[in-house]
């Protein structure tokens, strides 16, 4: 684990190609004002200068670590000391895997994980389900974000759907109300929530995460009293954000991500077109 002594924070300009995959694969990222676009950046920084990412027999690229970099920040964008020092290794399986972290056999049915016990200190996730969850923008479905709140949740000693770090104490008892309501609704079928929510609180409050920042608009409509609590633990409005601005590709005529002002083949891709 990392300690205040060790923790490193970025002092380089931010890389032209990390901007390009956060402009072409993350809506969060794009719906950002300029200088938000840079704080999530910096943040994108730190996570990955303390947070190795490793692939257990699959390759692993950039794109696949700034996914899970956005993956971590988006939850914790609005706290701007948050630091993942319960985190030091983030593991990639090719795809699904089972209880017993095997990638073939029966029981494949996890794509994301946080480690305890021996793995304490390490999450596994699924790399088909880590850009499944970028590039699906209506399922209200992001595994890797699911995962990041299960450790937000962690921060306090107990997976327990009660982000205690994130929820103040007044709200306490109304979200544990709802919690509680929303999980007899999955159970009685009266509900569109993922019913994996109703497996516990802890899984509830990762589901309705996931939701809160795919789908916020259809969660604010179907869900407001929901809707307005995720909003208090996390510090954020996502309905105001416009979650549709992502850019597949980036052509030759765009305006560059890198916000000089300039067309792409003039600038960061200028290497490309010359």
Same mark, same amino acid.
């Given at each position: 684990?990392?300690?205040?002594?060790?923790?490193?924070?970025? +002092?380089?300009?931010?890389?032209?190609?990390?901007?390009?995959?956060?402009?072409?694969?993350? #809506?969060?990222? @794009?719906?950002?004002?300029?200088?938000?676009?840079?704080?999530?950046?910096?943040?994108?920084?730190?996570?990955?200068?303390?947070?190795?990412?490793?692939?257990?027999?699959?390759?692993?690229?950039?794109?696949?670590?700034?996914?899970?970099?956005?993956?971590?920040?988006? &939850?914790?964008?609005?706290?701007?000391?948050?630091?993942?020092?319960?985190? /030091?290794?983030?593991?990639?399986? &090719?795809?699904?895997?089972?209880? @017993?972290?095997?990638?073939? *056999?029966?029981?494949?049915?996890?794509?994301?994980?946080?480690?305890?016990?021996?793995?304490?200190?390490?999450?596994?996730?699924?790399?088909? #389900?880590?850009?499944?969850?970028?590039? @699906?923008?209506?399922?209200?479905? +992001?595994? #890797?974000?699911?995962?990041?709140?299960?450790?937000?949740?962690?921060?306090?000693? #107990?997976?327990?759907?009660?982000?205690?770090?994130?929820?103040?104490?007044? /709200?306490?008892?109304?979200?544990?109300?709802?919690?509680?309501?929303?999980?007899?609704?999955?159970?009685?079928?009266?509900?569109?929530?993922?019913?994996?929510? *109703?497996?516990?609180?802890?899984?509830?409050?990762?589901?309705?995460?996931? /939701?809160?920042?795919?789908?916020?608009?259809?969660?604010?409509?179907? %869900? &407001?009293?929901?809707?307005?609590?995720?909003?208090?633990?996390?510090?954020?409005?996502?309905?105001?954000?416009?979650? @549709?601005?992502?850019?597949?590709?980036? *052509?030759?005529?765009?305006?560059? &991500?890198?916000?000089?002002?300039?067309?792409?083949?003039?600038?960061?891709?200028?290497? %490309?077109?010359?």
């Amino acid at each position: 684990m990392w300690s205040k002594d060790t923790w490193k924070m970025p +002092n380089e300009v931010f890389n032209t190609k990390w901007r390009q995959i956060l402009s072409e694969k993350v #809506a969060f990222y @794009n719906a950002l004002s300029d200088d938000d676009k840079t704080r999530f950046e910096f943040k994108v920084q730190e996570f990955l200068l303390n947070t190795r990412i490793t692939g257990i027999d699959v390759k692993i690229d950039d794109t696949d670590r700034i996914l899970v970099a956005a993956s971590a920040v988006i &939850p914790i964008f609005h706290f701007s000391n948050w630091k993942y020092i319960n985190l /030091y290794e983030v593991l990639i399986y &090719p795809s699904s895997f089972n209880k @017993n972290f095997e990638t073939s *056999g029966e029981g494949r049915n996890i794509l994301g994980m946080v480690g305890y016990g021996f793995m304490e200190g390490k999450m596994i996730l699924s790399k088909q #389900a880590l850009h499944r969850g970028f590039s @699906n923008e209506s399922d209200k479905k +992001n595994t #890797a974000i699911h995962e990041f709140v299960h450790l937000i949740d962690k921060m306090d000693g #107990a997976i327990d759907g009660i982000p205690e770090l994130l929820l103040e104490k007044q /709200y306490t008892i109304p979200w544990l109300d709802l919690i509680n309501q929303k999980i007899d609704d999955i159970y009685k079928n009266k509900s569109e929530i993922n019913p994996y929510g *109703g497996t516990n609180k802890a899984e509830f409050f990762a589901v309705v995460s996931e /939701y809160f920042f795919e789908r916020p608009k259809l969660l604010q409509k179907k %869900h &407001p009293e929901l809707y307005k609590l995720l909003e208090e633990i996390f510090d954020q409005k996502m309905t105001s954000r416009d979650m @549709n601005k992502i850019r597949h590709s980036i *052509g030759r005529n765009d305006l560059c &991500p890198c916000r000089s002002g300039k067309k792409f083949k003039k600038c960061c891709g200028k290497v %490309h077109y010359s």
